[in-house]
């Protein structure tokens, strides 16, 4: 990369960090993008993000996008980096701006927007970096994309690649508040919220009957899905899934046992819901569930567990009965210190919709569907 085209060139690698926190750092970073503001990770050159970047002015040759946009733009191929969204940086024959970026980053431009290129793909010195902004702009909710040392890019905001760790770590969740929430399967259920101080997702779990039975609990990790657990989407199985994990709780405190349904604020597998309908877009022309996401630069499963057994952790729960059929989640909970000592099965009826997506779960990600 030449010094010139480096704007704050004598900062590189050495920009001041704030007072704050490595979290709260983390954070700063996550609002940032959500923003269309930079980040300069320590070490790397400042990156601009091209979805939602507020910089009229902005230009640059550099763009770092993710392995599978890069391959969909026939820029790498999937020897070079087996996960779709790993880190792949490029340079345009000329200094893009954001307008012109855009059709890199996001796929649904792909017919309509005849691309700014030729482009190459260039050695990344700063993969690590590289790595933990994409996840930023995952966490950010926004398209996995980014102007590389823009100029006229904006006052960045610091951090250093390992702050994101500290943001993630579930230690930091506490419970910040418990109501009786009578629902519809039960008039006795109780709520409890949860939230850490930097990561804004405020997860909570349903309890249906008493925790000092005694009893190992039936446990439901419920990811979020705002499509199918309010407007009742026929394209998955999560509003079916949820309603009868209520009733198995109901039944089960009904017997002298307890449930909860821990429900997680990683919608979308994790990639958010503006992503999730992005990756529906892509579905209707034909690519399943993984590839979708996938098309758009992000993990096929981007969803944190650990928190899951953290709240367990705080809900006083070591050993549970596990409502799934993702062997991934009973790997992930006993990963982190829960005990499972069952998996109780949680299949509905498909319906003409979501049949081959459950396929694709099935076939694909390894679900225990029949
Ligand atoms: N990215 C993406 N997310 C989806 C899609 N369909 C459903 N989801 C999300 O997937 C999550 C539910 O995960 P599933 O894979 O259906 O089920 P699971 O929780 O892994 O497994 P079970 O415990 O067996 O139900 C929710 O966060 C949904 O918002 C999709 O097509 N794309
Ligand atoms: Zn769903």
Not at 275 to 289: I, M, S, V, W
Request: glycine share 8%.
């Amino acid at each position: 990369m030449g010094k010139a085209e480096r704007p704050c060139a004598d900062h590189y690698g050495v920009r001041a960090l704030s007072g704050a926190s490595p979290s709260r750092r983390a954070a700063q970073a996550v609002d940032a993008l959500r923003h269309g503001w930079p980040i300069a990770i320590a070490g790397a050159p400042v990156l601009l993000p091209i979805e939602t970047g507020l910089a009229p002015q902005a230009k640059a040759a550099r763009l770092l996008i993710s392995t599978a946009r890069a391959e969909t733009l026939r820029l790498t191929n999937q020897r070079e980096a087996a996960r779709g969204s790993d880190p792949v940086l490029i340079r345009a024959g000329e200094p893009l701006d954001l307008a012109a970026a855009l059709p890199v980053a996001d796929p649904s431009l792909d017919l309509q927007t005849p691309l700014k290129g030729p482009f190459l793909a260039e050695a990344l010195p700063w993969r690590q970096e590289a790595e933990v902004a994409l996840e930023l702009a995952r966490i950010a909710g926004i398209l996995p994309a980014f102007m590389v040392a823009p100029e006229h890019g904006g006052e960045p905001v610091a951090l250093e690649a390992g702050d994101l760790a500290e943001f993630a770590d579930p230690e930091a969740l506490t419970i910040a508040t418990r109501a009786r929430l009578p629902i519809h399967a039960s008039e006795h259920a109780r709520i409890i919220a949860f939230r850490s101080a930097d990561d804004l997702r405020e997860h909570v779990a349903l309890v249906l009957g008493e925790q000092d039975s005694g009893k190992v609990p039936l446990v439901r990790l419920h990811s979020e899905c705002l499509t199918g657990d309010v407007f009742s989407s026929l394209k998955c199985d999560c509003g079916p899934q949820l309603d009868a994990a209520l009733v198995a709780m109901a039944d089960e405190a009904a017997q002298g046992g307890w449930g909860a349904v821990l429900y997680l604020r990683q919608e979308g597998r994790g990639i958010g819901i503006i992503n999730k309908l992005r990756a529906y877009h892509l579905q209707d022309d034909g690519h399943d569930t993984l590839e979708a996401n996938r098309r758009l630069g992000l993990p096929e499963e981007a969803r944190d567990f650990p928190v899951a057994a953290r709240m367990l952790e705080l809900m006083g729960v070591s050993a549970v009965r596990l409502m799934t059929n993702n062997p991934e989640k009973v790997a992930a909970l006993e990963a982190a210190g829960v005990t499972v000592t069952e998996r109780v099965p949680h299949q509905l009826p498909a319906n003409p919709h979501n049949a081959h997506y459950l396929d694709t779960k099935r076939d694909k990600a390894g679900h225990l569907l029949r």
